[in-house]
């Protein structure tokens, strides 16, 4: 049984060092639009705030304006989402 074991690890062993390739790139990818998205949703924020604040927007617009903040605030958690997926399939193949 051991050496099945054994077998099997050594046979899946590029399968895990490809995930990690994968996991560490879309990691990186992940920081980076976070950084970006996070500081473009809150600037689209704030210029909803403030347009609707001095008049210059009407109500749906601004409402549009936040939602789309929103969204762009939420993607890198979803993508992080997929992140913590891929380490969960490691941890499966790894068998520990």
Request: hydrophobic content about 60%; charged content about 10%.
């Amino acid at each position: 049984m051991v050496v099945v074991k054994l077998i099997i690890r050594i046979l899946l062993l590029p399968v895990r060092i490809s995930l990690t390739i994968v996991q560490l790139v879309v990691m990186f990818i992940t920081w980076l639009s976070a950084t970006v998205f996070h500081i473009l949703s809150g600037i689209i924020c704030i210029t909803a705030i403030l347009g609707y604040g001095f008049g210059q927007e009407t109500g749906t617009e601004m409402i549009r304006m936040l939602a789309v903040g929103f969204l762009l605030y939420v993607l890198p958690i979803i993508a992080s989402w997929f992140v913590v997926g891929l380490e969960t399939i490691k941890i499966i193949l790894m068998g520990d």
